[in-house]
Nanobody, 127 residues
Framework: QVHLVESGGGLVQAGGSLRLSCASS????????MAWFRQAPGKEREFVAA????????YYPDPMMGRFTISRDKAKNSVYLQVHSLKPEDTAVYYC????????????????????WGQGSQVTVSS
């Protein structure tokens, strides 16, 4: 059974940094693209970052370039999201997700391409 468990969220002051972690189990971690999404109250789920199954390639939408860094650790079956220079508008629930298909990067920015999701980790940035 697939499990994704996020940790590392919390209350942070604007300008600060944090690192989210997502521990996975129940599947061959090195076979799948992993991603982070976020959802703020009243807004749709938003793509934040994705990383290839090998970890060699990372993908970010333009608004996330520069402040967000995704990484993965094969030995720990974990994926991470480092965020710098946090802004109040970064306040959201952050979710990690596993791509629907092994060895595929198809539509990596679309939530519909992800089959499994963690429970989410709240990040609140105070001004």
């Amino acid at each position: 059974q697939v499990h994704l468990v996020e940790s590392g969220g919390g209350l942070v002051q604007a300008g600060g940094s944090l690192r989210l972690s997502c521990a996975s189990s129940g599947f061959i971690f090195s076979y799948y693209v992993m991603a982070w999404f976020r959802q703020a109250p009243g807004k749709e789920r938003e793509f934040v970052a994705a990383i290839s199954s090998s970890g060699d390639y990372t993908y970010y939408p333009d608004p996330m370039m520069g402040r967000f860094t995704i990484s993965r650790d094969k030995a720990k079956n974990s994926v991470y999201l480092q965020v710098h220079s946090l802004k109040p508008e970064d306040t959201a629930v952050y979710y990690c997700a596993r791509h629907r298909f092994p060895m595929s990067t198809a539509n990596y920015e679309s939530p519909e391409q992800y089959e499994y999701w963690g429970q989410g980790s709240q990040v609140t940035v105070s001004s």
